[in-house]
């Protein structure tokens, strides 16, 4: 499951042994004010096979975790997001108690690629095209259900035989408030993407044995 308005293809450079079948699991809109529950359930419907292996990105993470309460899972692997509420940064639990999460300009989303057009740098070209490459779900409605619930997440404590990968120099969601993961040294927010080597090279024994084997 890719992070908050992304798309599958973040996903397209990870490469796992043939006897592995991924599937790319995509965002639904979300319906006026639906609850975490009901879209979790429309979302369960793309998930064909019985006990898989769930892996989520960013707030991909929290609905896989969200998932796993209502279907047997042979493993839940997280990468670059939280295990529970405890763990987000102090500028999201302070819009969740503000409610300054709900005065966010979403409409603006889809014209971020508009920059690759503007006399910018090149770093803000390149970023822009990223974000227009990979961020491709760009609908109001979506967006404000997303933030309101990736900052409005209740959960206590992590789910039990949870496996959390995390980079060092995540800057969103920072490592500091980050308990009991596995550290991805240099690794960003979007390590998916430029570091899928790592993961390449380390799923299979995530998946297989739930935990890093040296080799």
Same mark, same amino acid.
């Given at each position: 499951?890719?992070?908050?308005? #992304?798309?599958?293809?973040?996903?397209?450079?990870?490469?796992?042994?043939?006897?592995?079948?991924?599937?790319?699991?995509?965002?639904? *809109?979300?319906?006026?004010?639906?609850?975490?529950?009901?879209?979790?359930?429309?979302?369960?419907?793309?998930?064909?096979?019985?006990?898989?292996?769930?892996?989520?990105?960013?707030?991909?993470?929290?609905?896989?975790?969200?998932? #796993?309460?209502?279907?047997?899972?042979?493993?839940?692997?997280?990468?670059?997001?939280?295990?529970?509420?405890?763990?987000?940064?102090?500028?999201?639990?302070? #819009?969740?108690?503000?409610?300054?999460?709900?005065?966010?300009?979403?409409?603006?989303?889809?014209?971020?690629?508009?920059?690759?057009?503007?006399?910018?740098?090149?770093?803000?070209?390149?970023? #822009?095209?990223?974000?227009?490459? $990979?961020?491709?779900?760009?609908?109001?409605? $979506?967006?404000?259900?997303? *933030?309101?619930?990736?900052?409005?997440?209740?959960?206590?404590?992590?789910?039990?035989?949870?496996?959390?990968?995390?980079?060092?120099?995540?800057?969103?969601?920072? *490592?500091?408030?980050?308990?009991?993961?596995?550290?991805?040294?240099?690794?960003?927010?979007?390590?998916? *993407?430029?570091?899928?080597?790592?993961f390449n090279k380390h799923l299979p024994s995530l998946i297989e044995e739930g935990e890093l084997v040296k080799n």
């Open positions: 499951m890719p992070g908050m308005a #992304a798309n599958p293809s973040i996903f397209e450079h990870i490469k796992l042994p043939e006897k592995y079948v991924i599937h790319w699991l995509k965002w639904k *809109i979300p319906y006026h004010n639906e609850c975490m529950h009901s879209y979790i359930t429309r979302m369960l419907e793309e998930v064909v096979h019985p006990n898989p292996v769930l892996i989520g990105v960013s707030f991909g993470g929290v609905i896989v975790q969200e998932m #796993a309460k209502l279907i047997p899972v042979k493993r839940l692997i997280l990468i670059s997001t939280v295990k529970s509420q405890h763990e987000l940064p102090a500028r999201m639990k302070l #819009a969740r108690k503000t409610g300054l999460y709900k005065i966010l300009p979403t409409s603006l989303a889809g014209r971020i690629g508009d920059l690759e057009k503007l006399p910018v740098g090149e770093f803000t070209k390149k970023r #822009a095209h990223l974000y227009k490459q $990979y961020l491709s779900v760009s609908d109001k409605q $979506y967006l404000d259900w997303a *933030i309101q619930k990736m900052v409005c997440w209740e959960q206590e404590s992590p789910l039990p035989n949870t496996i959390h990968i995390h980079g060092d120099s995540d800057l969103i969601f920072p *490592i500091k408030n980050i308990e009991n993961c596995i550290i991805v040294e240099g690794g960003t927010h979007i390590m998916i *993407i430029n570091r899928f080597r790592w």
